[in-house]
């Protein structure tokens, strides 16, 4: 069984900036490929970001020049810093690592607002 705890959210003005974590136990990190997902309210959950268990990351086209994931296996920690908030970011973030199965966190909140 895989636990992901998810860190680091909270309220930021507009053009501000976060570092999520997430840590995971119970697996081998380093074999896992590891994403965040979001969901606003009224709105269905969708990818953010994802790392590969060998580095390579794949970005949603809202998020692309603005969050950053990346991962420390060392630490068994995935990361996304996210900089120059808007608005629209405000919602539950997840974090999720898959091998054959897809594994969650409880979610962190971000909210962007003035």
């Known amino acids: 069984q895989v636990q992901l705890v998810e860190s680091g959210g909270g309220l930021v003005q507009p053009g501000g900036s976060l570092r999520l974590s997430c840590a995971a136990s119970?697996?081998?990190?380093?074999?896992?490929?590891m994403g965040w997902y979001r969901q606003a309210p009224g709105k269905q959950r969708e990818l953010v970001a994802t790392?590969?268990?060998?580095?390579?990351?794949n970005y949603a086209d809202s998020v692309k020049g603005r969050f950053t994931i990346s991962r420390d296996d060392a630490k068994n920690t995935v990361y996304l810093r996210l900089n120059n908030l808007k608005p629209e970011d405000t919602a539950v973030y997840y974090c999720n690592a898959y091998n054959r199965v897809n594994y969650w966190g409880q979610g962190t909140q971000v909210t962007v607002s003035s």
């Open positions: 790392i590969a268990s060998g580095g390579y990351t």
């Open positions: 119970g697996t081998i990190f380093r074999l896992y490929a």
